[in-house]
């Protein structure tokens, strides 16, 4: 299982980004995907949810209305649009698989992270 | 979301050293509970879920107990490759991490 993120560079307050992370070594299409992010210093934040059919998706209420996730399964590919972006949400952004069962489950695979800098 | 409190924040600790670090929630989260460790510049890695499921490939050194509002992950025998941050985190359909405890060499 690997998962790789691209798409962080630094960037004003008011923009905007598209972070993707590339999935290899599993089918993507059967599991959630997650969207975590975590600022220098300090613990890691959900960011945001897909399902595996890409029909149940939950945000963040920091990230709501600004930040949209999707996938393209035929890539093997989860992406995260981010719109006016903020100095807040400057952090590195890791993707990561969730472990799919039924019932409540966790992040058992995570990719290295692509780091966001928003900054004048 | 329910609030998740680690401590201590810092623990010093020598190789061989029976470590513990006690999480707790704000409210009732049942079982659902994981542990995480994290090295520098690294992504988390899962330790524990459940509270006290031992994640493929983690070392039977590391164990998890606990329920409802009061949870502990012990490394029975601290190892060179154990220093680290460690995370606890709740998850049932949304995901909240405590602040984290970092083990630190004595």
């Known amino acids: 299982v690997q998962l790789v993120e691209s798409g962080g560079e630094l960037v004003q307050p008011g923009g905007s980004l598209r972070l993707s992370c590339v999935a290899s070594?599993?089918?993507?299409?059967?599991?959630?995907m997650h969207w975590v992010r975590q600022a220098p210093g300090k613990e890691p934040v959900w960011v945001s949810r897909?399902?595996?059919?890409?029909?149940?998706?939950i945000y963040a209420d920091s990230v709501k209305g600004r930040f949209t996730i999707s996938r393209d399964d035929a890539t093997n590919t989860l992406h995260l649009q981010m719109n006016s972006l903020r100095a807040e949400d400057t952090a590195m952004y890791y993707c990561?698989?969730?472990?799919?069962?039924?019932?409540?489950?966790?992040?058992?695979?995570w990719g290295r992270g692509t780091l966001v800098t928003v900054s004048s | 979301d329910i609030q998740m409190t680690q401590s201590p924040s810092t623990l010093s600790a020598s190789v061989g050293d029976r470590v513990t670090i006690t999480c707790r929630a704000a409210?009732?989260?049942?079982?659902?509970l994981a542990w995480y460790q994290q090295k520098p510049g690294k992504a988390p890695n899962l330790l524990i879920y459940e509270a006290s499921i031992l994640q493929a490939g983690v070392p039977s050194r590391f164990s998890g107990s606990g329920s409802g509002t009061e949870f502990t992950l012990t490394i029975s025998s601290l190892q060179p490759d154990d220093f680290a941050t460690y995370y606890c985190q709740h998850y049932n359909g949304y995901w909240t991490f405590g602040q984290g405890t970092k083990v630190e060499v004595k």
């Open positions: 070594g599993f089918v993507l299409s059967r599991f959630w």
């Open positions: 990561a698989r969730d472990v799919t069962v039924s019932g409540p489950s966790t992040f058992d695979h």
């Open positions: 409210q009732s989260i049942s079982r659902w």
């Open positions: 897909i399902s595996s059919d890409g029909r149940n998706i």
